[in-house]
């Protein structure tokens, strides 16, 4: 007889079966739920190690350098006053010539036949002078003996005076016509050196066209074309140091004699002339020079670039809060950039501590560490 199994006995030996699994899925849930309740605490930032610098305003005086070129005082342009064909030049670019020097000749042949018209009519002028003062004495002693009538007399006084006026008008213009002729020969009004020239002999010229540049001895400026933003420094004086590009040992110092009141719509800049005072020989036309400058004294603070971050569009700087040790952007107002450090005109105060190295990756609030760091 086979032996029968109740439902009991299957649910009792399947409950012993599942009774350890239970128990691990218990001890599973109880190490999730015991993970869970270890992060109710955030771990705090790790502080990040960086250099800093107490800062204080110093009296900086800056000096600025820029480079222009030696140029006469008085530069003239020389032309003939009148029109023909060049037939001599005796200079060249370069060249040095001394006041009333002939530097191109013109053909004279035009020029030589009107003075000699007008020689002619001077000398008929001369004869009909003759005539007419010879008809006036004649009739001037007629009338005395009564042998003559009053108006011959006076006709005779009137033609005398026309021929008189005849002499003087034809003599000025001999005058005018031998001065043309001289106009021919273009000569130097001053002492000076040739700077430029645009005629070859063979050439037509017309009258009051430019073919010589002189530039005269004498007194000599240094130009410079300066950026505008350099007028809103203020300058100890208008005093400026000058040096040879190529000889820094040949020195000169000047004063601002000119500045132009119009900025050069190319490139931007304004002309300034400064006088030489008794400039070196070795300062020639032409040679490049260095004109530097001093500018006041002024309180500022001096960073490192490296020091320099953003705060979305404004320069800013990391400072640390003495009391948190924690690190802050804080926007500064940038006076002016020199090699190798940026100088701080507003923003910051005399003894806070700034962050010159390190700063790229901090975050707002990070607390930091640097040297000689107590805390």
Not at 43 to 56: C, D, I, M, N
Not at 182 to 209: C, F, I, K, N, P
Not at 222 to 237: P, T
Request: hydrophobic letters at 45%; proline letters at 5%; aromatic letters at 4%.
């Amino acid at each position: 007889m086979k032996p029968r199994y109740s439902n009991r006995t299957k649910i009792d030996r399947t409950e012993r079966m599942l009774r350890p699994l239970a128990g691990l899925a218990l001890a599973l849930v109880a190490a999730a739920l015991s993970g869970c309740n270890d992060h109710t605490g955030a771990p705090s930032a790790r502080a990040a190690f960086v250099r800093t610098e107490v800062v204080q305003p110093k009296d900086r005086q800056a000096s600025i350098t820029l480079t222009g070129e030696v140029q006469p005082r008085f530069r003239a342009d020389l032309s003939f006053r009148v029109s023909g064909r060049v037939i001599a030049r005796y200079v060249d670019v370069g060249t040095h010539v001394k006041a009333g020097e002939v530097l191109a000749l013109l053909d004279p042949a035009e020029q030589e036949a009107d003075v000699d018209a007008a020689t002619a009519a001077v000398l008929a002028a001369e004869s009909q002078l003759r005539v007419a003062k010879a008809t006036f004495e004649r009739q001037k002693a007629l009338i005395a003996s009564g042998f003559t009538t009053r108006t011959a007399y006076d006709q005779a006084q009137e033609r005398l005076r026309t021929a008189e006026g005849a002499l003087e008008a034809s003599g000025a213009l001999l005058g005018t016509a031998k001065d043309v002729l001289g106009y021919t020969a273009l000569r130097a009004e001053a002492d000076g050196v040739v700077t430029a020239r645009s005629l070859e002999t063979g050439q037509v010229v017309q009258a009051a066209q430019p073919v010589f540049s002189l530039a005269q001895d004498g007194e000599r400026d240094a130009v410079f074309d300066v950026y505008e933003s350099i007028f809103l420094g203020n300058a100890d004086d208008r005093s400026v140091s000058l040096a040879l590009v190529s000889d820094a040992g040949v020195t000169a110092s000047g004063h601002v004699r000119e500045v132009s009141p119009a900025v050069d719509a190319k490139s931007s800049t304004i002309r300034v002339k400064v006088a030489i005072e008794d400039p070196p020989a070795a300062m020639t036309l032409g040679s490049p020079i260095t004109g530097s400058v001093k500018v006041k004294a002024q309180r500022q603070i001096a960073l490192p670039w490296r020091a320099l971050m953003a705060a979305g569009t404004r320069p800013a700087v990391w400072t640390v809060d003495p009391a948190t040790r924690t690190a802050s952007l804080k926007p500064v107002t940038v006076g002016g950039y020199e090699a190798g450090e940026v100088l701080i005109k507003a923003g910051l105060e005399p003894g806070e501590r700034v962050i010159v190295d390190g700063g790229k990756l901090l975050s707002v609030g990070q607390p930091v560490t640097y040297e000689g760091d107590l805390s």
